[in-house]
């Protein structure tokens, strides 16, 4: 019983003397290191020029060394010399000499070191130390936010995400490149290109007249589409998106924060089927039309296409969806639709304009990243309907909306102007401009701007090339129109089947008699 009490007490004291405290670790810091990077900073003229994008003040775990860096960095920006008795000058002008602990510190500081041979890699440990108190400091706050019930989490989570981006953003510098291996690059690039017989060197849109002037889109660019309600922006991009994933098969990305994956799907069916969009809604299709439609919706299986339809989607949520798109599934080109709809929560803003920057930004440093063209739709504002005649209509620059940093941070802004929404049905010259598009390349970094026209069949949410499909109209019908009296038709006959498209002229070589028509 004795011998049982005894076993007894020696576990409790072996239990006493193994605390778990788990509030109880260091911050991660490194002062003796830190030490010698401002002793060596103070007896070498050039160590400075060598750690400036390396450190900042805040850096420093010791708040005296905060200062003394701080004297440093005031002393080399103002293109002085820096050694004990300047830092120390300096940090006496401030009042901050006792705080640092007088010139008696400094001496000793600037004796601790021999020279500033590894003064690069003591400069990383310390901004390694100051990182990870960052984030020892970010997911203390956010455990604590967490535990909170009165927190939203949604809210949290965006907050969580921004912070995040913030601290990662700190530590993502990137050194110089000597020009040697860039110009290597540049060369294998353009022999590349010139290995395509189709004359691109980045991915084609399917479009030849954009193709031709844009050179295909380019890897590493912003580009901004941009249009006024109405003007069929989303057309425009699902049938690019069709054009390079279906046909090129090329992986896309769409991220659609406006229409819901389904929405989307429906207007795909409608640009490949070539049935109306009503008739997809109403399900109320002819016997011939459920047979096209079951012919042409198998281009669209397997096709890599992927479609994200997040609501309020933040851009730090697209970084992270981005990256694994393209790391799982190869995406050569992610397209957003649009941008006014993102957000950059998490972030504090003092106007929408500053978000706007921020996002806009956000996309052309990662395109950069990611080495892929992004696509950004964009809604321009009002100043296009107040102003008159034909080229007024026509959207300027200055009509993108929210933002100025839009078309600085881009490297290409697209237009999509359709004459006719506004009863414009002739150009200048006379041409012909019903069903038609004006693809306007307002801002090319890289290139030439220009006009290209496209053709635009409303009722199929389909861009194409002018000479796609070219239908010879029957008599009586207006050139320019794509009305069907098929579809009108009531009888419960099924009509026959379309034509197909014409390539080449099927009056050639006949004798030069009046048509009838």
């Not at 809210?155 to 601290?167: H, P, S, T, Y």
């Not at 109405?230 to 690019?240: D, E, I, Y």
């Not at 009863?423 to 290209?452: P, Q």
Request: charged share 25%; glycine share 6%; net charge negative.
């Amino acid at each position: 019983m004795a011998e049982q009490r005894r076993n007894t007490r020696s576990a409790r004291t072996v239990s006493k003397a193994k605390p778990v405290d788990e509030y109880g670790h260091l911050q991660p810091q490194a002062p003796e290191i830190e030490e010698a990077v401002l002793g060596a900073l103070m007896i070498e003229k050039d160590a400075y020029s060598i750690i400036s994008e390396i450190l900042r003040p805040e850096s420093f775990y010791e708040r005296r060394h905060q200062l003394l860096y701080k004297a440093i960095t005031t002393l080399a920006m103002r293109q002085q010399p820096i050694d004990i008795l300047t830092v120390a000058e300096q940090l006496r002008s401030t009042g901050d000499l006792e705080e640092v602990g007088g010139p008696f510190y400094i001496t000793q500081l600037s004796g601790k070191v021999a020279s500033s041979a590894h003064i690069e890699y003591h400069a990383r440990i310390i901004a390694q130390k100051f990182l990870a108190r960052e984030l020892i400091t970010f997911t203390s706050n956010i455990q604590t936010m967490a535990f909170d019930e009165t927190q939203d989490v949604d809210e949290l989570m965006q907050q969580a995400e921004g912070k995040l981006f913030e601290i990662s953003q700190k530590n993502m510098k990137k050194d110089y490149t000597q020009i040697n291996p860039v110009i290597q690059e540049a060369y294998e690039m353009l022999q590349k290109a010139a290995a395509r017989t189709d004359g691109l060197s980045g991915l084609e849109s399917g479009f030849y007249a954009l193709d031709k002037m844009t050179s295909g889109w380019q890897n590493s660019d912003l580009v901004i589409i941009a249009a006024r309600p109405a003007m069929g922006k989303t057309a425009f991009v699902l049938s690019m998106a069709k054009n390079m994933a279906v046909t090129a098969k090329i992986p896309v990305a769409l991220f659609s924060l406006e229409m819901s994956n389904v929405q989307l799907v429906n207007r795909l069916i409608v640009n490949v089927c070539e049935i109306p969009g009503e008739k997809i809604k109403s399900g109320q299709l002819a016997p011939y039309e459920w047979g096209q439609l079951d012919y042409k919706i198998k281009e669209l299986y397997d096709a890599p296409l992927y479609v994200d339809d997040t609501p309020s989607l933040s851009v730090f949520e697209l970084r992270t969806k981005a990256r694994r798109l393209v790391r799982e599934h190869g995406v050569k080109i992610i397209i957003i639709d649009y941008l006014q709809l993102m957000n950059a929560s998490g972030m504090s803003f003092g106007s929408r304009q500053e978000e706007v920057s921020t996002i806009s930004r956000s996309l052309k440093g990662l395109a950069k990243e990611l080495n892929i063209p992004i696509i950004a739709l964009s809604q321009l504002n009002r100043g296009v309907e107040s102003r008159e005649g034909i080229d007024g209509k026509r959207p300027q620059l200055s009509d993108l909306r929210e933002s100025g940093a839009i078309e600085q941070d881009a490297d290409m802004v697209c237009f999509i102007h359709r004459p006719e929404y506004y009863k414009i049905y002739k150009d200048e010259s006379g041409r012909d401009l019903r069903g038609m598009a004006e693809i306007i390349i307002a801002k090319h970094r890289n290139g030439a701007v220009g006009d290209v026209l496209l053709r635009f069949r409303g009722e199929f949410a389909r861009f194409q090339n002018p000479d796609d499909d070219m239908i010879v109209p029957a008599p009586g019908e207006e050139p320019g129109t794509f009305k069907s009296r098929i579809n009108n038709d009531s009888s419960s006959i099924p009509p026959p089947p379309a034509y197909p498209p014409q390539e080449a002229n099927p009056f050639e070589g006949l004798p030069n008699s009046p048509l009838p028509f």
